[in-house]
């Protein structure tokens, strides 16, 4: 593939594609990238989600791409716009990792199975149906998403290159 194909979507970001083109984004450890397709039109989103819920927010303005409760419902608006219907996406999750081992139960701790978790709710309220994920585990992934095959390529040193 060429470059100049790739959509890059940075950390606590987002973007869609449509009909070509590849969303990537790398560096995923605790966040979750959540990538959305709607096959009969070649609609494509993806999120780099960093934490699980805007309700801790503490900056000014919220990064709406940051948290999965906004990031989502962003993703969907932005897709319906170029065609995309949400009876017809399907997901793909994929990080979420537990980087660091921690003593206790403390909950805090968890960010990358909270974000998980977050993401599928959020999911679940749309009724918008988990097809694939590589979540969980302890190690970075980085991931592309093909907006004319939605299939979703995981890169990681640990496992090598698998597609979903």
Do not use: W
């Not at 990031?71 to 319906?80: D, F, G, Q, T, V």
């Not at 190690?139 to 698998?162: A, Y």
Request: hydrophobic share 40%; aromatic share 4%.
């Amino acid at each position: 593939m060429m470059q100049d194909n790739y959509i890059k979507v940075g950390m606590a970001d987002l973007n869609v594609a449509h009909l070509t083109g590849i969303l990537k984004t790398t560096g995923l450890g605790s966040c979750v990238g959540v990538t959305l397709y709607d096959s009969r039109v070649k609609v494509a989103g993806m999120a780099h989600v960093m934490l699980p819920s805007s309700e801790i927010a503490r900056e000014g303005s919220v990064n709406i791409a940051k948290y999965a409760d906004t990031a989502i419902p962003e993703l969907i608006s932005r897709m319906e716009k170029l065609g995309a219907s949400v009876s017809r996406m399907e997901a793909k999750l994929a990080g979420g990792a537990q980087m660091f081992a921690f003593a206790g139960n403390n909950d805090t701790m968890r960010i990358g199975p909270r974000n998980v978790e977050s993401c599928k709710e959020m999911l679940k309220k749309y009724t918008i149906p988990v097809k694939a994920e590589d979540t969980g585990a302890n190690f970075g992934r980085t991931i592309e998403f093909n907006c004319e095959t939605g299939i979703l390529m995981i890169r990681s040193v640990q496992q090598g290159v698998k597609e979903m």
